[in-house]
Nanobody
Framework: QVQLVESGGGLVQAGGSLRLSCAAS????????MGWYRQAPGKQRELVAT???????NYADSVKGRFTISRDNAKNTVILQMNSLKPEDTGVYYC??????????????WGQGTQVTVSS
């Protein structure tokens, strides 16, 4: 079994910062890409940022220059540093990881989500 556990969400004023962390645990052979997605009320889940195993990053246009994604491969952890937060960043943030549990089995895993609320 594989689990992704997120932490670090909360309530912050516009212009503030938050740091989200996601740790993968369980029967892990290797982890490929990891990333963060978010879902605002009444909207579809959308990509925020991703990072490959080789640390190549990709960001949604709406967060470029404000958010930074990083990973610690030794700890199977992905971090999202969010600065200059805006009310439109409000939503539930989900961690995602493309994980091999052995040489033959590879699939996407999701965390349970953590709430980020940015007040104006």
């Amino acid at each position: 079994q594989v689990q992704l556990v997120e932490s670090g969400g909360g309530l912050v004023q516009a212009g503030g910062s938050l740091r989200l962390s996601c740790a993968a645990s369980g029967s892990i052979f290797s982890i490929n890409a990891m990333g963060w997605y978010r879902q605002a009320p009444g909207k579809q889940r959308e990509l925020v940022a991703t990072i490959t195993g080789g640390s190549i990053t990709n960001y949604a246009d709406s967060v470029k220059g404000r958010f930074t994604i990083s990973r610690d491969n030794a700890k199977n952890t992905v971090i999202l540093q969010m600065n200059s937060l805006k009310p439109e960043d409000t939503g539930v943030y989900y961690c995602n990881a493309d994980i091999r549990t052995n040489l033959l089995v590879r699939r996407d895993y999701w965390g349970q989500g953590t709430q980020v609320t940015v007040s104006s």
